[in-house]
């Protein structure tokens, strides 16, 4: 795990202090080693900053083929490299180093940009191919490991993360348009002008005559009339449980300690389950502990750790806690937060670090392809019950959003949005997850300024959203649920998720996250399957419970999804986190944002208390959304 800084020019030298002072600001992504190469007529760098897990003694960056005309940089982790490696080896290559970033560089010059397809795991990197005279850049098919890019004066900058391309040279301007349309969140681009993602499952090529950005992987969700039913459950079950296998002992594999985050859900008992079965020595756990027992899982995952006998590390975190490190968690982040769990990750990390580890095993990405969330539980009951009575379907539903009081809001809508028609005529149905997200949008236009609602586009923020999105090849045809899961996965997942709960809160202290659930042999496994062995009536992520279930407690087993969220601020007006709220709101960081009207949103602080417990949850994710843009308009505007 690293960081990386990459620059092409199509003009003018690249100035070494420019690269200097991206890396420096990368440090925390890679503090055991730094280094660049420039070319000769510096019209293109290559930056790192090392976190050495593998190799730990000549794995350094950056990486040349023995002719000096091919050079790499790395972010993440290549699983089965040993493979990979002496097969290339037969075919005549020679390996500098003993790394497991090395084999993208050989098989780039084997097989060109159709390398992605052998490799597999969490990465990002960048390729400059002097021969061809192009700079080649990818991301993993999830979108794991960050890879922004951006195009000023000339050149074209990447980096692994953002304040990198700020530091080098580009200027740090608001995307008022990316963050009115929800473009930072529905698609590629960011909160700063100028300054996109890489897609997951895609890669960049640039010359000097441009870019393109084409897709190498999708995911493929089996269309409804070739399901086949001829292979036996019990057969599933266990070729699933033998690729969850297979995918922790692969990301056990370290030259240095390895831990795992645990809660008390079913996604992290899991994969320590698992890790066990493969560690020949008693694992370390991570856990949160938080000081309000609706959300504090300390229990059921030390009753885990004790199953397996892990070491178990509880790590407390209060709301002053989160108060105090909510803007280096942003600074981090370059993200907005809907609930301060980012910060508590940003804690856990952090503790996670100091105790020595480089490596934590996690369960994020679970939810997304095995159907985790209350909203695809949602749509099941909706769409995927034929012939179900209305009245039951109306009642399950009930009990769905009882269930789930304290995600209301975010989650599951707590009202009715308006003006989203558009999604049923688009899709089909209405995917229960973006209707708490058009509540949202619709809370948001009514504080926005007289210039924000002036500049505000036509077109719904989800339309647009849609429209970008390959309805005709991705979505018709597929089972409702997995068409709100893909949806999903190329949004939030990659979006939120993982800047927010993953990547960016895990290396702010130099530590790595490695997630097994989300394995893409896994993944191509599990979204050939029918909806219904991932959702039994209302009991979530069946084939993914049944499958683990040799390694779980059954109070886990048993358990419904519980999702990762802190204790909200807002139900205690002398809470520290919700002071800060009330100061900022109120105060010169949020006027010198140039989106919205202070006076409305000082009259919806004051408002708070008339809300009742359900609604005031729901408000939660707005006023963490403007705390967090104030803090981004701190640190770098």
Request: glycine content about 6%.
């Amino acid at each position: 795990m690293c960081g990386i800084l990459s620059i092409f020019s199509t003009n003018h030298g690249i100035s070494e202090e420019s690269v200097k002072a991206g890396l420096d600001t990368l440090y925390h992504r890679g503090p055991d080693h730094q280094s660049f190469w420039m070319s000769n007529d510096k019209r293109v760098a290559l930056g790192h900053t090392r976190l050495s897990i593998i190799d730990l003694n000549t794995g350094d960056q950056p990486i040349s083929n023995s002719s000096n005309t091919v050079h790499l940089v790395a972010n993440g982790e290549f699983y089965d490299f040993e493979e990979i490696r002496d097969d290339l080896i037969k075919k005549g290559h020679i390996f500098k180093t003993k790394s497991d970033s090395e084999i993208a560089l050989h098989l780039y010059h084997e097989y060109g940009t159709s390398c992605l397809s052998h490799l597999r795991g969490e990465f990002a990197f960048c390729i400059w191919d002097s021969n061809n005279q192009q700079f080649f850049a990818a991301r993993d098919r999830f979108g794991i490991k960050p890879l922004f890019y951006a195009q000023h004066n000339g050149k074209i900058y990447f980096a692994s993360e953002i304040k990198a391309l700020l530091s080098a040279g580009v200027p740090a301007i608001w995307d008022e348009d990316a963050y009115v349309s929800r473009a930072f969140f529905f698609r590629d681009r960011t909160l700063f002008k100028n300054i996109h993602q890489v897609p997951p499952g895609h890669f960049l090529i640039a010359t000097n005559g441009g870019i393109r950005i084409i897709k190498y992987w999708d995911f493929d969700y089996c269309k409804t009339d070739k399901y086949t039913h001829s292979t036996d459950e019990k057969e599933i079950i266990e070729d699933i449980k033998e690729e969850l296998n297979n995918s922790v002992k692969t990301r056990l594999r370290a030259d240095v300690p390895v831990g795992v985050y645990l809660s008390g859900g079913i996604d992290s008992c899991a994969v320590i389950g698992m890790a066990a079965e493969h560690h020949n020595q008693p694992i370390d756990a991570f856990t949160i502990s938080f000081d309000n027992k609706d959300y504090d899982e300390t229990d059921l995952a030390r009753e885990m750790a004790d199953r397996v006998d892990a070491k178990f590390n509880s790590i407390a975190v209060n709301q002053l806690d989160l108060a105090d490190n909510f803007s280096d968690a942003i600074w981090h982040s370059e993200a907005l937060c809907l609930n301060s769990h980012g910060v508590a990750k940003y804690l856990l990390s952090k503790a996670v670090s100091e105790q020595g580890f480089k490596v934590v095993l996690t369960g994020e990405g679970s939810d997304e392809i095995f159907g985790g969330y209350s909203a695809f539980r949602s749509d099941m009951l909706l769409y995927n019950s034929e012939n179900q009575d209305k009245t039951i379907t109306q009642k399950l539903l009930n009990e769905l959003k009882e269930r789930n009081k304290v995600s209301s809001g975010l989650l599951l809508a707590v009202g009715k949005p308006e003006n989203v028609e558009f999604i049923n005529k688009m899709l089909g149905f209405e995917p229960a997850w973006l209707m708490p997200l058009a509540e949202s949008i619709d809370r948001l236009k009514g504080l926005y300024n007289l210039s924000t609602r002036t500049n505000m586009g036509s077109l719904h923020p989800i339309h647009q959203f849609l429209s970008h999105t390959d309805v005709t090849n991705q979505i018709h045809g597929i089972e409702p649920v997995h068409a709100s899961m893909y949806l999903l996965s190329k949004s939030a997942l990659c979006n939120y998720v993982f800047p927010t709960l993953g990547d960016r809160m895990e290396m702010a202290h130099s530590l790595e996250g490695r997630l097994p659930l989300i394995d893409h042999k896994v993944v191509e496994k599990v979204t050939q399957l029918p909806v219904s062995l991932k959702i039994k009536g209302i009991t979530e992520k069946y084939i993914l419970r049944e499958a683990t279930k040799p390694y779980l407690i059954d109070k886990v087993y048993n358990r419904e999804k519980h999702p990762f969220l802190a204790p909200p601020s807002i139900l205690d007006p002398e809470d520290k986190l919700h002071q800060l709220v009330q100061d900022t709101l109120r105060g010169p960081l949020l006027k010198s944002l140039p989106f919205f009207d202070q006076r409305k949103i000082i009259k919806y602080l004051d408002d708070l208390p008339k809300l009742d417990n359900n609604m005031k949850i729901g408000a939660e994710a707005l006023l963490m959304e403007l705390l967090s843009l104030c803090m981004l308009q701190k640190h770098f505007h």
